[in-house]
């Protein structure tokens, strides 16, 4: 006999499968009558008159112990087949390298097996949707010549939504089986809503819909479609479902998830196909594999040296201790309730939180007087309601409400219930806070807040009290104290005390590493059955939440030496004594570190209270007593399909409910109306009159220009040289959604995000037919003499390469114009440059050189305008003594809004801010040398100049507007401080439509430096 043998081990599962000839037929037969849960399959083999048969191995958990799974299955075999009738191994999966170097096997791609069992045993096929236990791939298959072949692929991250792992963690929470959750979950008529993107939040959407009064059954069925539509919409992520389509993997013996893919994807059973084999493709594909082999390998079959070594992660780290944390939580100034007296002053701060709600009373002299923490329970008006009726039976008629504030992400809705005088994001909240505290009670300023509570986590980094960085985690809870939590309450140690006690006596805590909470939950579910001291364990999850916070949340941002650890999980000690020892850092827990946020509000509160001396607009103790209404509905924006509530108050409307990204949330007017005017706008209208005003519009030869890169300060230049020379300029439709599509599809490379819509915005000019498109090489840019060259960035001078090596666009590679051109050697270097071009328009050299002198004076205007209307708005914010804010960056991301998501304009329109883009500014006499010798970048300079010149005017603060891999900006930025001497804020753009973070970064920063808080004379002093 000569069987190939082919192994699919994964994070979950281990399956086998043995291919022999249709001679071997009764050997493996007979051995699959002697190995129990093993079987006989029956497959077509090369020619068409021969069938070839398969002996599949039974389906094998691996209950965290891969290497022993492996061994019993290899015992199992070889007891009934000799290994020396094995002619070959093959082995793929998460674990195929470690087992593979021990058996001396070959190890294959996943992708390329299952594509081979599809070939094999559905050679119709062409889509396979594989759910795993830790991975869920999607595979689009096409023949050519009979083989079966790759033409896209996808797979699933670091995050278990979309798995196996997902569905089997949630099941046991309602005391179901794996097996049982297909057939529990199709014999019920509704579905309860459930998170599909993370455990966490699954876990409280789960809680709410058993309050909602869904049972179990409902429950899994809803599990079951949020485990589909996760996948549909962030591993498929819009790609086509080509029909037949192979559903299989260890998910797919799940009849529920089977319903609900066919459901979400609108398929028949004939065009989603669940093989009965489905699990074994992965080995089946490897086995076939191994038959393709062009050399046998010497592999040991050899379930021995499994057994060898250990399977497991053996390292551990250093000890915990608590030399190196702070904790500030006997420094807590209180004042006792009993002692506030009939109409005294105090300030109500309130944090809502999608896990708790907290409320805080303070005194005149920042004191705290009370404190609660409630359990959010998706009811945030109830529990606000309660909170609020603690306190009031707390004074028993003592004190006066005299300011609130509310934050958090329930901070509108409640805000607008209660009758907030300031509403803030959570940054600012917790930066008050914090700060507030630092100056009392260490008279230090802090410069790095890290913030955990129980779904979400924070970072912000200050510079002087200022906000310029800050991150939060989106759809991933690892590293939150839900999962801390859940994993003590599993283990049955009490989180509060017992917890950090125990990982504090550890010796030798296990690595764990940073992982999603499923995942996580899985592994430490392994090393329990394997008898792992409960301390260890402990330490090695609280190491855990500090890995997955600083990678996940913080990555490679600053980390300072002054280092508040606050939210609840700050409570736990274990967790402050691993930041201290993996940063290597001091790190403080200030006082009442559960409730900061809640502090800096009512701080803030009091602020404005006597700033302005107005009265507040609380509207009671009683929510009851409040008149709104209330409509619920279920958002579709994204796989959670989160259960909404819209409350109105007052005709406002404001929301509750949404997990991914506060798509929901209202943006509000500010209290301050710009006094200046929209010069985005300005200059927007200006490049469209220039091209509005051609004289050569409707010219018999059509040449295209992409709005994009250059185009926003080059444009008057280039559409003048056209139009004189008698053609009719095109210019690309601003970006918009089809643009960035087809840019993202036709870019070979991995530039920035600009580049990638320039390949879009080619691609829209060439849909409409120019004759052709003017794509120059610019070297460089005009300079002062006795400055130092002035390039552009080497991706925008290489441009019109990049875009002629895209298989898409290079067909019209014979269309595109691209002179070289080198602005900072003048007119007479231009009329050599652009002569050939002028050329193959048509026109003549005189011609050539009479459109670039015009073109040059086109230019000149167009700078000297700006520069007149930025001296106005400068002029204008001086006079009415109001803050600009200088928009530092690249054109293409400062005026596309297709890069910036429009974050100019609603600086404006939402926080009524006076923004002032560097391109109004004339910067020729700056001088910057200083700050570096040889700043050769053109826009490196002109960032810098501008930077200095704010520094300059006190009115004048920094918001840095830049894209993600941009080389020439990674090293400006550090300049940027030492020019303007003052702290300023960086946004960094990378295509993903989402505005809400950034935003956030927006108003804490804008807060911080008193552009928004205009009645604080505290942060008019320290900005």
Known sequence: MALHLGIDIGAVSVTAALLGDHSDRDALAQAATLLPGWQLRDTHGTSADRTHPLLLSDYRRLLGEPLRAVHELIADLTRQIPVADIAGLTVIGSGAQGLAARLGARSENEYRALAAAAGLLHPEARTIIEMGGETSKFLLLERDGGITEIRDYASSGECAAGTGSFIDQQASRLGFEVEEIGGCACGVDRAARIAGRCSVFAKSDMIHAQQKGYNPEEILRGLCDAVSRNYKGNIARGRK?????????????????????????????????????????GAIGAALLETRADAAIDFRLDPAVLLSGSDTESETQAPLDLSQVDLLRDQAELRPMSTIMQGEAVYLGVDVGSVSTNLVLIDDEGRMVHEIYLPTRGRPVEVVGEGLREIETALAGRGCIAGVGAT????????????????????????????????????????????????????????????????????????????????????????????????????????????????????????????????????????????????????????????????????????????????????????????????????????????????????????????????????????????????????????????????????????????????????????????????????????????????????????????ELGVDVVVSEPTNRAIAQAGQEHTVAEPCYPVVLAHGHVHSLLEKKVDWLLLPNVINAEANPDQVESYLCLWGQTLPFVVRSSPALEPAADRMLVPRIRFAEGEDRLKIDLRETAAQLGCGARENERAIARACEAQRDFNRDLYAKGREVMAAAAAAERELIVLLGRPYNLFDEGVNLAVPRKLRDLYGVNVLPMDFLDLADEEVSDLHHNMFWDYGRRILAAARLAGRTPNMHLIYITNFKCGPDSFIKQYVTQAAGRPFLTLQFDGHANDAGVLTRCEAYLDSKGVLRWWSRQARATA
């Not at 389509?245 to 989603?272: H, K, M, P």
């Not at 991933?476 to 140690?493: D, H, K, V, Y």
């Not at 909404?644 to 007052?650: C, G, P, R, S």
Request: charged residues 25%.
């Open 408 to 723: 958090g992400s329930g901070r509108e809705l409640v805000g607008q219930l209660i009758g907030a005088d300031t509403i803030n994001d959570e940054i600012t909240a917790h930066k008050t806070g914090a700060d507030y505290i630092a100056r009392r009670l260490t008279g230090r300023e802090v410069d790095t807040i890290f913030e955990i509570g129980g779904q979400d986590s924070k970072y912000i980094s200050l510079e002087s009290g200022v906000v310029v960085d800050f991150a939060m985690n989106e759809a991933c809870a690892a590293g939150t104290g839900s999962f801390l939590e859940e994993q003590a309450e599993r283990m049955g140690i009490a989180i509060k005390g017992e917890f950090a006690e125990l990982a504090l006596t550890s010796q030798a805590p296990g690595r764990m590493g940073e992982r999603c909470t499923v995942f996580m939950e899985r592994d430490l579910n392994a090393r329990l059955r394997r008898g792992a001291p409960l301390p260890d364990l402990c330490a090695g999850l609280a190491y855990s939440i500090v890995f997955n916070y600083l990678n996940r949340v913080v990555g490679d941002r600053k980390v300072g030496d002054v280092i508040y650890f606050q939210g609840g999980t700050a409570y736990n000690d274990a967790v402050a004594a691993a930041f201290a020892g993996v940063l290597g850092k001091r790190i403080i827990v200030p006082p009442h570190n559960g409730v900061v946020g809640a502090i800096g509000m009512a701080l803030l509160a009091r602020e404005k209270a006597e700033a302005t001396g107005e009265n507040s607009d609380f509207r009671g103790f009683d929510v009851e007593k409040i008149d709104y209404s209330l409509r619920k509905f279920t958002c579709k924006a994204c796989s959670n399909d989160c259960d909404m509530e819209e409350f109105t108050v007052d005709g406002v409307k404001t929301y509750w409910g949404d997990k991914c990204g506060e798509r929901y949330r209202r943006r509000g007017r500010a209290e301050l109306e710009p006094v200046t005017e929209d010069l985005i706008a300005y200059k927007q209208r200006k490049l469209k009159e220039l091209h509005e005003q051609r004289r050569s519009a409707g010219a018999a030869v059509r040449v295209g220009l992409p709005r994009a890169m250059y185009y926003y300060d080059r444009f008057p230049f280039w559409a003048t040289w056209l139009d």
């Open 241 to 281: 479902i080509v029909a037949p389509a192979l559903f299989i993997g260890g998910v797919a013996r799940n009849s529920a998830v089977c319903n609900s893919l066919r459901e979400i994807y609108d398929l028949t059973d004939e065009q989603l196909i669940t093989p009965d084999n489905g699990p074994w493709f």
